[in-house]
């Protein structure tokens, strides 16, 4: 039920940084683990990081040590920032809880997504 809206992408150089936001419609303070997803043309989504309610992370390989998510329960938002962006990072990202799978209450629907490009 609720939705959320991404932004904050855009065109990057290889090695430039973003901040990516995450604004949910209603309460995220119920939603144990919220995440980052990413989608590139013609691979299935994944997940890009997640975040519990007690500040637990964690990241998939590929990112670890460059992107780091973060949230503000109080404000309904989710964060993710990007540093050292490399070709492999272009995507559409999308916010969701974690797990995006239907027995979890806190699954909503998928939004618009935000598009990175990186791109020398």
């Known amino acids: 039920q609720v939705q959320f809206v991404e932004s904050g992408g855009g065109l990057v150089e290889p090695g430039g940084s973003l901040r990516l936001s995450c604004a949910a419609s209603?309460?995220?303070?119920?939603?144990?683990?919220m995440g980052w997803y990413r989608q590139a043309p013609g691979k299935q989504r994944e997940l890009v990081a997640h975040?519990?309610?007690?500040?637990?992370?964690n990241y998939a390989d590929s990112v670890k040590g460059r992107f780091t998510i973060s949230r503000d329960n109080a404000k309904n938002m989710v964060y993710l920032q990007m540093n050292s962006l490399n070709y492999e990072d272009t995507a559409v990202y999308y916010c969701?809880?974690?797990?995006?799978?239907?027995?979890?209450?806190?699954?909503?629907?998928w939004g618009q997504g935000t598009q990175v490009t990186v791109s020398s």
């Open positions: 975040i519990s309610n007690g500040g637990i992370v």
């Open positions: 969701n809880a974690w797990p995006p799978i239907n027995d979890n209450p806190g699954f909503g629907s």
């Open positions: 209603g309460s995220i303070s119920k939603i144990y683990r």
